[in-house]
Nanobody
């Protein structure tokens, strides 16, 4: 049984930083791609960032590129999302997801999801 558990969300002022964590368990993720998505109230869930576990290559949505960094710790089976220069429009529930190494950036391509963690950015 694959489990993804997010943590690290909270309330932050615009311009601040937060780091989200996604602890993965249930199988070996060395052949997977891991990603972060987010969903703001009344909006569709959107792609934020992806990392391919085996090679460490990353890809970002244009809205967060240069501000957010996705990384992994193989020893801890954990993926991180470092969020800097936060904006009010970053307010959303952030979800961790896992899928095959060929996944792109659409929600339907990912097989496993966490329960989400709330990030609120105030002005």
């Amino acid at each position: 049984q694959v489990q993804l558990v997010e943590s690290g969300g909270g309330l932050m002022q615009a311009g601040g930083s937060l780091r989200l964590s996604c602890a993965a368990s249930g199988r070996t993720f060395s052949s997977y791609a891991m990603a972060w998505f987010r969903q703001a109230p009344g909006k569709e869930r959107e792609f934020v960032a992806r990392i391919k576990w085996s090679v460490g290559s990353t890809y970002y949505a244009s809205s967060v590129k240069g501000r957010f960094t996705i990384s992994k710790d193989g020893a801890k089976n954990t993926v991180y999302l470092q969020m800097n220069s936060l904006k009010t429009e970053d307010t959303a529930v952030y979800y961790c997801a896992a899928g095959s190494p060929l996944v792109g950036i659409t929600r339907a391509e990912y097989d496993y999801w966490g329960q989400g963690t709330q990030v609120t950015v105030s002005s």
